[in-house]
């Protein structure tokens, strides 16, 4: 064995060591088989919603909410553009269609807005997206008099859901 070789395996044998035992440290990892009725039972897909909201008479004010349900309950990201500026703003999930308004179903935390009249909140609701999703239910920001300022029908779910 030439002198080259001899360095050779010495660095090249404990590289090798240190990766095999980096290796066996991983844990191990089963792919369940999709077929399987246990991966059926064990797979929740992400279930998500997204509406958008429309201008009420001709406010300017419109907007977006992201619907995600977490362990039997919803969490709402509300999102508005051109509301009024440095203002709080109710948002509420009522009953009804935005036609045809009914009560408040489920209160939202207000929406704060910046300089732009742009503004976010995130609030949890105990219902699940199932209960939402039933074509009697919007989501609606109000002005700081109360009135509706922008509003979005949810979508009732069809037979896949
Ligand atoms: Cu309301």
Known sequence: M????????LVVVPCFA???CEVNDEPEVTVADPDTPAFEDDFEPVE???????????????GEARFT????????????ENAPANASLAAHIHEGRCDDQGGVAEGLENVMTDADGEGASTSTVALTLNQIMDGQHYVQAHGEDGQPITCGDIPERGNGW
């Open 2 to 9: 030439s002198m080259t070789r001899k360095m050779l395996t």
């Open 18 to 20: 240190l990766l095999a």
């Open 48 to 62: 998500e919603e997204t509406v958008s909201l429309s201008e009420v008479d001709g406010s300017g004010v419109t």
């Open 69 to 80: 349900e977490v362990d039997g309950e919803t969490e709402v990201l509300l999102q508005v």
